[in-house]
């Protein structure tokens, strides 16, 4: 599919910010490489630590995070997974006939793409676009002119609430027992009551997905506008089923649905169990929820093992990444690197200011370590020990974060690859509406964070 940009959008100011992402912005492994060297250099130099310990650190931390790493690898495996669920793309395909006109569609896309990520983000990064191509396809038998990379744009921006909801790795590495965050609270956890379930924070997201929802409305192409639309010979996104062949006894087996029906309930019944004997709500517990569902939703053992080779692809740079991170969050924490920029923050922050300006030092840091995850692992311990020093309360350091985090995903393209991939865009196509996203969720997001701070 060919870039496309209406004669509006190649006169707009996003023009260079698209040429400049294209050419100078590198992978994310890159950044995260970089960024270690960055870390090793500054703690050599502005602390007393030698060469040796800072490698030392270094190797030492690489292991840091591997039960974390893979929590976060599976809730992107699940999410991916549930999002190509025959129920759920069943469902997709029938939430496409709702809009019945092109600004309802944009509007609608964005705000199922955002409930969506508030759910699990896997989920959400991928049902936001499988989504708006499905109401493109309709909409074309239908006759109704839509843009496409808006549509696209638009299932791209519901991702800015992610951190917001139930899936959100910062307050829920915060929840969980005996994670690396334990150290900087004191070995005691943030309930999520206090975090994603705060009052204050479903209002946050609540606000958020209204305010981006109008401004879809307001930067819709008008009717004599040039559109792109989905090309005729480009149809449904196709489930790409299995089709395993049932011969021998042992097939019978992995084709019969009794095994993923048990296990499933098996698990929906620990869950009950769970929660019903005071159990709180922590990363493992969201991803077995997530698997549950997709138990239930399968219908047999080959459909599982289907879905789960076609989701790995999509985790495997996670898997390369967080050591890294873990490595640089072991030089930081050996050099004394974190007591140093907490210190620094605080010289500039106060009790007020602290939440806007750690949610956009965490915009900043998320360009270079774009995994919600391993942005905590390296900026959550230098958070929450400035917040302790301000007298903050943990739980708007995490939050600023997690918004942070989440915010800036809307001009940096590491999350928008999968997206644009199933879309067949590229980023220049839908980086001015995201833009925008980006601007109208930053505004609500730091007057939030500066209301509950007076």
């Not at 590198?26 to 270690?36: C, D, E, G, K, Q």
């Not at 005691?188 to 997201?205: Q, R």
Request: proline content about 5%; aromatic content about 8%.
């Amino acid at each position: 599919m060919p870039t496309t940009q209406t004669k509006s959008e190649r006169r707009s100011i996003m023009r260079p910010v698209n040429r400049f992402l294209e050419r100078w912005v590198p992978s994310a492994l890159t950044f995260a490489i970089v960024l270690t060297l960055i870390v090793a250099v500054l703690a050599i130099t502005l602390t007393q630590t030698s060469p040796v310990d800072v490698i030392k650190g270094w190797g030492d931390g690489l292991a840091g995070l591997l039960a974390f790493m893979t929590q976060m690898s599976l809730i992107l495996l699940l999410g991916y997974m549930l999002a190509n669920t025959k129920p759920v793309r069943k469902l997709l395909r029938w939430l496409a006939r709702i809009p019945t006109s092109a600004a309802t569609a944009y509007v609608f896309v964005f705000i199922v793409a955002a409930l969506a990520s508030l759910i699990t983000w896997g989920l959400g990064l991928i049902v936001g676009t499988l989504l708006a191509r499905e109401i493109a396809v309709q909409a074309r038998e239908r006759a109704m002119k839509v843009h496409f990379p808006l549509l696209v744009a638009a299932g791209y921006s519901g991702f800015v609430v992610w951190h917001m909801g139930y899936s959100g790795s910062g307050p829920l590495t915060a929840a969980t027992p005996d994670s690396f965050l334990a150290e900087s609270l004191g070995g005691k956890v943030i309930p999520v009551t206090e975090t994603i379930f705060s009052t204050w924070n479903m209002l946050a997201a609540l606000a958020v997905i209204v305010v981006c929802a109008l401004l879809f409305l307001l930067i819709r192409p008008r009717k004599n506008d040039p559109i792109y639309e989905l090309p005729a010979n480009v149809g449904s996104e196709q489930s790409d089923e299995a089709d395993d062949e049932v011969v021998t006894p042992a097939d019978r087996i992995d084709a019969s649905r009794i095994l993923t029906l048990v296990l499933g309930a098996a698990l929906v019944a620990y869950l009950v169990i769970h929660f019903v004997q005071g159990g709180t709500l922590t990363l493992d517990i969201v991803n077995w929820s997530f698997l549950a569902l997709i138990l239930l939703l399968v219908r047999n053992p080959f459909e599982l093992i289907h879905l789960t080779k076609k989701a790995a692809s999509n985790v495997g740079e996670i898997l390369l990444q967080f050591p890294l991170y873990a490595g640089i969050l072991g030089i930081m924490s050996s050099s004394g690197l974190i007591t140093l920029f907490s210190n620094a923050f605080v010289s500039i922050a106060t009790p007020v200011t602290f939440g806007v300006l750690a949610l956009l030092s965490a915009g900043i840091v998320n360009f270079f370590v774009p995994s919600g995850g391993g942005q905590f692992a390296v900026q959550g311990p230098i958070m929450l020990d400035a917040a302790n020093q301000l007298g903050v309360d943990p739980s708007v350091a995490i939050m600023a974060v997690a918004y942070g985090d989440q915010w800036t995903n809307m001009i940096q393209p590491f999350w928008a690859l999968p997206v644009l991939a199933i879309a067949g865009l590229k980023m220049r196509d839908i980086l001015g509406y995201t833009f925008v996203t980006l601007l109208g969720s930053g505004v609500v997001m730091a007057a939030v964070l500066i209301i509950i701070s007076l």
